[in-house]
């Protein structure tokens, strides 16, 4: 009943920017902390930056200064927005948000995307 739905993944060249989006929708009371991970196959899956309710960041230290997130709570949408890219940060990139939902009532849960590709080209 909840979804989070993913946009904004390509191709782009070193140096260049992106800028993803995910916005949850269904059957939500609230939302807490959103945030983005990546995983490059055969390794795990690491948290890049993530953004509480109130607007607090928190940001892997390998996109320090290149990556800002950002959420709209009216739209439940976060926003990383992704500058100076390297090869190495090509991954799959998947949103992750803390929903309570109304229905089953007041039922916490942590919920994934489905994935969105980031290539880098050097």
């Known amino acids: 009943q909840v979804q989070l739905v993913e946009s904004g993944g390509g191709l782009v060249q070193a140096g260049g920017s992106l800028r993803l989006s995910c916005a949850a929708s269904g059957s939500i009371s609230s939302i807490g902390a959103m945030g983005w991970y990546r995983q490059v196959l055969g390794k795990q899956r690491e948290l890049v930056a993530q953004i509480t309710l109130g607007g607090i960041t928190n940001y892997a230290d390998s996109v320090k200064g290149r990556f800002t997130i950002s959420r709209d709570n009216a739209k439940n949408t976060v926003y990383p927005q992704m500058n100076s890219l390297k090869p190495e940060d090509a991954a799959v990139y998947y949103c992750?948000?803390?929903?309570?939902?109304?229905?089953?009532?007041?039922?916490?849960?942590?919920?994934w995307g489905q994935g969105t590709q980031v290539t880098v080209s050097s």
């Open positions: 992750n948000a803390g929903i309570t939902t109304v229905v089953p009532s007041r039922f916490w849960r942590e919920y």
